[in-house]
């Protein structure tokens, strides 16, 4: 019973455009949410996060965007770089502990 | 600042036998979790340590897996005995008590053969 869905296991953008990476929730007492980014043999590493409270959060060229009655969030890229070809995991916390999405594999091509 | 450091970095061991993973925790960190992710499923909490204490184990698959952290330092993780279903990667996180952003090492892959 997965609480937290990337249903597209992939994607691919071209270097320049935007890149949108969806998840979607099911449990609405979720307070958090956070995406991470990893690279081959390394560790998932911070990307940005999002409150319950808010629906909208931007940082550089990423920016986050929280649905709460669609239980929904998403998040763009702009422009999409080479070096951003990872696989991104959209995180909720609950309580102590975050629950993890499957992971969406995106690739910027040139 | 060094960060979150695990080792070993790769384990190949038979079924039955015995492996301990370490977390070196990023230093000052009170909060400890364990994570794992299995053939390239969604990454799964296993337990979080505050200090020395197991704040939550409700992720820990069952008694085959032992996780101690004492001193409130580096902490292990032991399998014994190994199954096969083990294999994946095992992922170490530690934050600041009360932040949300939790640093992750780089993991140990696993491989129960």
């Known amino acids: 019973d997965q609480q937290v869905k990337q249903n597209s296991p992939s994607l691919s953008v071209q270097e320049g455009r935007i890149s949108i990476l969806n998840c979607d929730y099911t449990?609405?007492?979720?307070?958090?949410f956070l995406w991470y980014k990893k690279y081959p043999a390394e560790g998932p590493t911070f990307l940005i996060s999002?409150?319950?409270?808010?629906d909208k959060n931007e940082d550089g060229r990423f920016t986050v965007f929280l649905n709460k009655s669609a239980k929904h969030l998403s998040l763009h890229i702009v422009p999409s770089q080479p070096g951003d070809s990872a696989v991104y995991f959209c995180?909720?916390?609950?309580?102590?502990?975050?629950?993890f999405g499957t992971g969406t594999r995106l690739q910027v091509f040139p | 600042e060094a960060g979150v450091t695990q080792f070993p970095s790769h384990s190949v061991i038979e079924k039955g036998q015995t492996v301990t993973l370490r977390c070196d925790p990023i230093s000052g960190h009170d909060n400890l979790y364990w994570y794992r992710r299995v053939m390239g499923k969604e990454i799964k909490f296993l337990l979080h340590f505050v200090k020395e204490s197991k704040q939550d184990e409700s992720g820990m698959p069952n008694n085959r897996f032992l996780a101690e952290r004492t001193g409130g330092t580096y902490s292990t993780l032991k399998v014994q005995p190994a199954e096969l279903e083990d294999s994946g990667v095992y992922f170490c996180?530690?934050?600041?008590?009360?932040?949300?952003?939790?640093?992750f090492g780089q993991g140990t892959r696993l491989t129960v053969v």
């Open positions: 449990n609405s007492m979720f307070d958090y």
């Open positions: 996180a530690s934050s600041h008590g009360g932040e949300t952003e939790a640093f």
């Open positions: 995180a909720a916390q609950n309580t102590d502990k975050l629950i």
């Open positions: 999002i409150s319950s409270i808010k």
